[in-house]
């Protein structure tokens, strides 16, 4: 599902080009839970965009979902998205539209039939446990609410592959696990997931297979 | 998916709210002062047709020629070329003209112990020959022949005329050029906002997976509705103005220029108008880069 | 704290980017626009003067006065009101300028046997009577004197001169209101981009304690320079125009408005302009409000 | 420096009002460390978005720093600002300047004397380990970066009140401990802090004052 080939990222930031990340090889297969660990800035959100053509790779190879991503044309970059789900750090929601119409935004970009669209919808925010919150606009949520909006969008078409940026970082311990569970569960009905966490206890937790990163380099792959 | 887009289209329009407002009028602003140009190069073209139509050169006979011989000279004279028409004004027809033109004063004409005036052709160039060279050579023509005396009118009077022409393209052409720009650029920059307003959206919605037409396309839909409705309020704008106007000015039209009546935009010239503002609003919505922010 | 205001100022021009340039250009547009009708305006206003300065009611005398009572003469005419001056025109000098106006053919006059043309006096109405009305009453007046056969002139010229004055004066309130609401519109619509382009960061820096002033001033300044900006390029092409035209259309203007030259706006005008494009901006810059977006 | 005198908010959204805090009341003296926890959506953010203005108890009376909250006139809000440091939940910088630009900015507005500015701005970007980072744009920081600005910019002024939402909350361990005790160490230098987490376990070791808040109600004040 997902092969990186001695990939490292650097950032153009002027005088000083930063290395994200340096001579990345792994693989995740079809079906895994994989965990992203590693401290702040260690690399995790750069890596993941990397997966879904946010940034392009400065050197090695990536192959994501059956697509080559240093050969992937723009035109067909959408394509690759659809198959991902992705649950931002930052949640990244459509400022101008309800909680509802954000999730409902990706089916119809899909071409999903209109009578579909509503009960799905409504199916991912109740499983995030956000249904009362549906007629909520963005600015009106809690960070916490806004984190499970995003996952709530990113599992609504059922991915292939889910890449879940510290997914429960704005959620208290209660919350925290029973979307870890939530995500679980996507797991076990076929779709690869991907974690990236900055808290070593909760990759210990979950008792899989943990990636870490610190310093933009793979420093450990256990588990 | 095409409802979709539609309503994407209309969200757009709504976002842009009291600038899309500002963009809609400054679109009509734009198409209203074209069109009122267009208007006003549509009579003047007309006047000036009129006025080609009017322009004479008058060639004095020595003799007054015999009643029987007069085909015969206007058939001389049309053969030099470039000519439309030839009249001839005998020496009776031209004191008549003379006193109808001394009005309060042709009493003086009554006086006179016999017609000074001669007989003349009055001659219409034809299309060609209606320019300043071309009137002159057809002067230098007449005068060449043996019946004529002396030739008069015609060179100056073209060469003001077409100075008019010439000054009036030139207006013309600079006034369309700085409107075209001023609608392009307004279109761009009303699209702009609405673009910038998006451009997180725009991000977002790339993240997700909508491809560039269900993110462009609407952008596109909300301009050409800007520009149309711009051109649409133009259009009836300017039929108010030329229904209010036209009948207190013809009879300074007809004092200036000539006219007997005020023209308005044909049918298919009104369609190119409503064509042109959806076109420019169109490529407002195409060209405009939210990436010009920094 | 004023450098910090004036570099957040020069912050917003650069935010405002390729945007902000269009509405320089649209400014400059609008006032260059303004400026041209108002140069026009100047220009007609002068040609309108010499045109009242021009205006003339003739009264045709019954006899021919002796030469030494035409003063007592032009001074009872003086005395009925309302003129600005008197000119006496004797037979001989009426017949004079009859011959000069018949031109080619003049020799009809040498053919006369006797000067059939009256004498007359040339009447030039005050500012005040140079109108339809005024005019009329004045013929009357006129014609009420014991010297005076006959009255001409005047009424139907000043009619049609008063009519195109109020025509152009409508035209130049319609093209002064519609290009100054467009001048509005622009800025506003400049500034409420750079505004949007800065709304996070003015929510923000409200958070951390910024004043309003310090919010807004930088608005204002950026309007202000876009403003002036714009008024500097129109009056820079206005003046080019100028110099490049007049010289071409000076000959033009001597034979239609009777004007030797076309003037340019004066020192003060320009000052005006400029400072009315300074104002625009500033105002746009007040006006504009980020919240109209959803 | 903080008294509420039964504090409710009611968020006007459309045909349901939400109350986002019900009857609450409390006082922080000047000096004090106090924690506010509570679960994901509890109120915690709007609690303290109430302390520094950015909007008025539905119900209630709100005192901060001397001034009366809500007969606060809108041109007297940038002084009570002044006098306070925020760590917001979601950073909030200025995307256009950076991080350097964004901690000096706080300090211009205030009218600090030039020579000062860089000096001070450079200390505080050095306490919260970001001084490596000072000329990126918001855009190039990783999520715990921009949290760590977002703290360097409450600290520059040295403020009578801080209040901090969740300013570990995109941070791994480590640097999460490091920023504490940052925190820690202002609050001995004379600082009130109001800290808010949804992390039980942050309140819990902090072994401070704990104001719990759940569904909007203070349902605990000990410690
Ligand atoms: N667009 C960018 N331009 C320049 N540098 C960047 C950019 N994005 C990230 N960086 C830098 O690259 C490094 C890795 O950032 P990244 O966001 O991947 O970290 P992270 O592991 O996700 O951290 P966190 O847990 O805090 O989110 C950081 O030092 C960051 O400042
Ligand atoms: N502007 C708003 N309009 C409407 N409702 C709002 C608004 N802001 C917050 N709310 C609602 O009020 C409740 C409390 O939100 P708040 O942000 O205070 O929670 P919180 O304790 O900070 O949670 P978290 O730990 O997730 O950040 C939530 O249900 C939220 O949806
Ligand atoms: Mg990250
Ligand atoms: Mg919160």
């Known amino acids: 599902m997902i092969w990186l080939h001695h990939v490292a990222k650097l950032y153009d930031t002027g005088p000083v080009a930063l290395p994200a990340l340096t001579d990345v090889s792994f693989s995740v297969d079809k079906g895994e839970f994989v965990v992203l660990s590693g401290p702040s800035g260690a690399g995790k959100t750069t890596l993941l965009r990397l997966l879904y053509r946010d940034e392009r790779p400065s050197e090695g190879e990536i192959e994501v979902a059956g697509f080559d991503l240093v050969t992937l044309r723009r035109s067909r970059i959408p394509l690759l998205r659809r198959s991902i789900g992705i649950v931002f750090q930052d949640a990244k929601l459509l400022a101008g539209r309800t909680v509802f119409e954000n999730v409902a935004f990706v089916l119809r970009v899909l071409g999903t039939p ?110 | 998916m095409f409802s979709f887009l539609v309503g994407e289209a209309v969200r757009d329009l709504r976002r842009a709210g009291r600038v899309g407002l500002s963009a809609v009028l400054l679109i009509t602003l734009s198409l209203a002062a074209l069109g009122a140009f267009w208007l006003v190069s549509i009579n003047l073209e007309r006047a000036v047709t009129q006025w080609r139509e009017r322009l004479r050169v008058v060639a004095y006979l020595r003799d007054e020629p015999r009643p029987e011989a007069v085909a015969e000279l206007v ?41 000074p005036l001669p007989a003349s052709v009055e001659v219409t160039p034809d299309e060609a020959t209606a320019t300043p060279e071309g009137t002159r050579e ?84 909300q301009g050409m509705v800007q520009g149309l409705l711009g051109a649409l309020i133009a259009l009836g704008g300017l039929e108010a103005a030329h229904a209010l106007l036209a009948p207190r000015l013809e009879p300074l039209l007809t004092l200036t220029l000539g006219l007997s009546r005020a023209a308005f935009l044909s049918a298919p010239e009104m369609l190119l108008l409503l064509g042109g503002g959806a076109g420019l609003g169109a490529l407002g919505g195409v060209l405009a880069k939210g990436r010009s922010f920094a």
Chains 1, 4 share one sequence.
């Not at chain 1, 109740?126 to 549906?134: C, E, H, I, N």
């Open chain 2, 138 to 221: 057809l002067v230098q023509r007449l005068t060449a022949l043996r019946e004529v005396e002396e030739v008069q009118g015609g060179a100056e009077w073209v060469e003001s005329l077409a100075q008019w022409r010439r000054l009036f393209q030139l207006t013309g052409l600079a006034v369309g050029a700085v409107l075209a720009l001023a609608a392009i650029l307004t279109v761009t920059t009303a699209t702009t906002l609405v673009l910038h307003a998006r451009r997180d959206e725009m991000e977002i919605m790339r993240l997700v997976g909508a491809t560039e037409r269900v993110i462009r396309l609407p952008l596109l839909l």
């Open chain 1, 114 to 223: 209109r009578g579909e669209i509503t009960p799905r919808a409504f199916q991912a925010l109740k499983a995030v446990g956000l249904s009362a919150r549906a007629q909520a606009y963005p600015a009106q949520l809690s960070q916490g609410e806004a984190q499970r909006a995003s996952l709530a969008r990113a599992i609504v078409k059922a991915p292939a592959l889910l890449l879940a940026d510290e997914p429960t970082g704005n959620l208290d311990e209660d919350m925290a696990a029973e979307i870890l569970e939530l995500i679980k569960e996507i797991w076990t009905r076929g779709t690869t997931v991907l974690l990236a966490t900055h808290r070593g206890a909760l990759a210990a937790q979950l008792k899989r297979r943990t990636l870490t990163l610190r310093a933009g380099r793979l420093v450990k792959d256990e588990g």
């Open chain 2, 75 to 115: 058939r001389k004279v049309q053969a030099v070329g470039g000519i439309q028409r030839v009249r001839y004004v005998s020496k009776g027809e031209a004191l008549e003209s003379l006193k109808r033109a001394l009005g309060a004063q042709s009493s003086v004409v009554d006086q006179l112990p016999r017609n």
